[in-house]
DNA sequence: ATCGGCTCGCGCAA
DNA sequence: TGCGCGAAGCCGAT
């Protein structure tokens, strides 16, 4: 992403670990092993916490800190150096990409197109003095591979699939000819499992959003849902994917988000146990739509993104009475009318995370319950941003645009929404067990622990 | 329980 | 230029 030189007498290559917080299955750490072979150096990964971006909370914190111990042991097995940097306050220094570039051939990281690393990515590579490598390890068909913002589902799904045999292969492993020997530079933090909640609460972060109740953070975990989910819930997949109550969906998003695991390793886990074309169709073509919408889109998160018939149809009736509106506040507190939005908005708050088909619902019903288009969105980034462990993602994003109108079509014109698609109370009573989500809602909230039958990873 | 209409526009066929 | 059909639906008629 630049012209700079390659470092002579460097002592390592760098790996940034922006997004792809892992040793396995990560074409970016593959990448630098190979560059670091050629130049018969050993390779250093360096992955960083900061306490500095909007929302930064112990969910977050205590999620990210779990999977350290793992990626460490992984690396230290592969004979490839691990630096974790912990800036717990604003204070801290943020310069020690730089500090490290200063020793490396080279630089690699992940490329991403939102959030942190899409800012890292855009306004690094001119300052760093040496090669900056973004490679995508984010999707299977790489996102810079389609040359538009695509349309829709059924503009991308063919495109896909035509190439898709050529990119559904395991990451090849190289393996590092030169080992990293010695300590790690100094700025190294050994992170325990037993440590983590004392290291978080000595981070400058707000403290008000707790960990999660429902999801660990970390490979082991990640490994572990996937292994529940393959031979328990894979094979009603297609059936019960809707219908939050049946469990069958594979939960990975968090570790997906934070990189901790691969969608390229969950597809070719899922394809091994028989043909899943509902589950690829979601992990793949749905998932990298929305990495089309993130790179291509002015911004991921604003309506200018969403289809002129959207956008028209939602401001022609942004003047339309509304017969609920709710402030972000009461949003927040899960203070509606409507005990099935509270619900969600409640499993928003205790887990980090909506089961998608309600996520949809509880999006739509913000923008029926707020004074317009505008201010619905940012309740829903508000609230996505600061409780989802998948939110700041590609995919959250395009979820919260959907509700007004991304990759969808028009429909019936009605108040509020105009042609935009709607969905109702009397829709998901009719389609999904409400009665069993509510009471397994209110359990968690009597109890503070997950409703018997439902495992915490 | 099932079906058609609602309404726009992309992409392919002709 | 015509035509089929699409990210998760709703509603009223039958």
Same mark, same amino acid.
């Given at each position: 992403?630049?012209?700079?030189?390659?470092?002579?007498?460097?002592?390592?290559?760098?790996?940034?670990?922006?997004?792809?917080?892992?040793?396995?299955s990560?074409?970016?750490?593959?990448f630098?092993v190979?560059?670091?072979?050629?130049?018969?150096?050993?390779?250093l990964?360096?992955?960083?916490?900061?306490?500095?971006?909007?929302?930064?909370?112990?969910?977050?914190?205590?999620?990210?800190?779990?999977?350290?111990?793992?990626?460490?042991?992984?690396?230290?097995?592969?004979g490839?150096g691990?630096?974790?940097y912990?800036?717990?306050?604003?204070?801290?220094?943020?310069?020690?990409?730089?500090r490290?570039?200063?020793?490396?051939?080279?630089?690699?990281?992940?490329?991403?197109?939102?959030?942190?690393?899409?800012a890292?990515?855009?306004s690094?590579?001119?300052?760093?003095?040496?090669?900056?490598?973004?490679?995508d390890?984010?999707?299977?068909?790489?996102?810079?591979?389609?040359?538009?913002?695509?349309?829709?589902?059924?503009?991308?799904?063919?495109?896909?699939?035509?190439?898709?045999?050529?990119?559904?292969?395991?990451v090849?492993?190289?393996v590092? #000819? *030169? @080992?990293?020997?010695?300590?790690?530079?100094?700025?190294? =933090? &050994?992170?325990?499992?037993? /440590?983590?909640?004392?290291?978080?609460?000595?981070?400058?972060?707000?403290?008000?959003?707790?960990?999660?109740m429902?999801?660990?953070?970390?490979?082991?975990?990640?490994?572990?849902?996937?292994?529940?989910?393959?031979?328990?819930?894979?094979?009603?997949?297609?059936?019960?994917?809707?219908?939050?109550?049946?469990?069958a969906?594979?939960?990975?998003?968090?570790?997906?988000?934070?990189?901790h695991?691969s969608?390229?390793?969950?597809?070719?886990?899922?394809?091994?146990?028989?043909?899943?074309p509902?589950?690829?169709?979601?992990?793949?073509?749905?998932?990298?739509?929305?990495?089309?919408?993130?790179?291509?889109?002015?911004?991921?998160?604003?309506l200018s993104a969403?289809?002129?018939?959207a956008l028209?149809?939602?401001? #022609? *009736? @942004?003047?339309?009475?509304?017969?609920?509106?709710?402030? =972000? &506040?009461?949003?927040?507190? /899960?203070?509606?009318?409507?005990?099935?939005?509270?619900?969600c908005?409640?499993?928003?708050?205790?887990?980090?995370?909506?089961?998608?088909?309600?996520?949809?619902?509880?999006?739509?019903?913000?923008i029926?319950?707020?004074?317009?288009?505008?201010?619905?969105?940012?309740?829903?980034i508000?609230?996505?941003?600061?409780?989802?462990?998948?939110?700041?993602?590609?995919?959250?994003?395009?979820?919260?645009?959907?509700?007004?109108?991304?990759?969808?079509?028009?429909?019936?014109?009605?108040?509020?929404?105009?042609?935009?698609?709607?969905?109702?109370?009397?829709?998901?009573?009719r389609?999904?067990?409400?009665?069993?989500?509510l009471?397994?809602?209110?359990f968690?909230?009597?109890?503070?622990t997950?409703?018997?039958?439902?495992?915490?990873?």
């Amino acid at each position: 992403m630049n012209d700079s030189p390659e470092r002579r007498g460097a002592r390592y290559v760098l790996y940034w670990a922006q997004m792809n917080r892992r040793a396995d299955s990560n074409h970016s750490l593959e990448f630098a092993v190979s560059h670091a072979n050629r130049l018969k150096l050993p390779v250093l990964v360096y992955e960083a916490v900061t306490c500095t971006y909007p929302f930064a909370s112990d969910r977050f914190h205590t999620f990210l800190l779990a999977g350290v111990p793992e990626t460490a042991r992984r690396l230290r097995e592969r004979g490839i150096g691990y630096v974790f940097y912990l800036r717990k306050r604003r204070s801290d220094a943020n310069d020690i990409p730089y500090r490290l570039a200063a020793e490396s051939a080279l630089v690699v990281t992940d490329d991403y197109p939102v959030f942190i690393p899409a800012a890292h990515n855009a306004s690094v590579p001119a300052k760093i003095g040496v090669p900056y490598f973004a490679v995508d390890s984010s999707c299977i068909v790489p996102m810079r591979s389609f040359e538009k913002k695509e349309y829709a589902a059924y503009t991308i799904r063919p495109k896909i699939h035509r190439v898709l045999g050529e990119f559904l292969r395991p990451v090849e492993q190289v393996v590092a #000819k *030169h @080992a990293w020997n010695g300590p790690p530079p100094g700025i190294h =933090l &050994e992170v325990t499992k037993e /440590a983590i909640p004392d290291l978080v609460a000595s981070c400058e972060i707000d403290h008000s959003v707790r960990p999660s109740m429902a999801f660990t953070g970390g490979r082991l975990a990640a490994e572990a849902r996937l292994r529940a989910f393959l031979g328990r819930d894979l094979a009603r997949y297609g059936a019960d994917k809707n219908d939050p109550g049946a469990h069958a969906t594979s939960n990975l998003s968090p570790w997906l988000h934070f990189g901790h695991i691969s969608p390229l390793e969950v597809a070719l886990a899922a394809k091994a146990r028989g043909p899943a074309p509902e589950f690829l169709e979601e992990l793949i073509v749905r998932r990298e739509l929305a990495f089309n919408h993130a790179l291509w889109a002015p911004r991921a998160d604003e309506l200018s993104a969403i289809p002129g018939w959207a956008l028209d149809t939602l401001y #022609k *009736h @942004a003047g339309d009475r509304r017969e609920h509106v709710y402030s =972000l &506040e009461q949003f927040e507190a /899960a203070q509606t009318h409507d005990p099935l939005w509270n619900a969600c908005q409640h499993e928003l708050l205790m887990t980090g995370k909506i089961h998608g088909y309600y996520r949809m619902y509880w999006g739509k019903k913000i923008i029926e319950w707020s004074s317009d288009p505008e201010s619905a969105l940012a309740v829903m980034i508000h609230l996505n941003d600061k409780y989802a462990l998948d939110g700041r993602d590609p995919n959250t994003y395009t979820n919260i645009l959907w509700c007004f109108g991304l990759h969808d079509r028009p429909w019936g014109e009605r108040e509020v929404f105009g042609m935009v698609r709607f969905m109702s109370f009397d829709g998901m009573k009719r389609k999904t067990s409400v009665d069993s989500y509510l009471r397994e809602i209110s359990f968690m909230r009597m109890t503070g622990t997950l409703p018997p039958g439902v495992e915490k990873h």
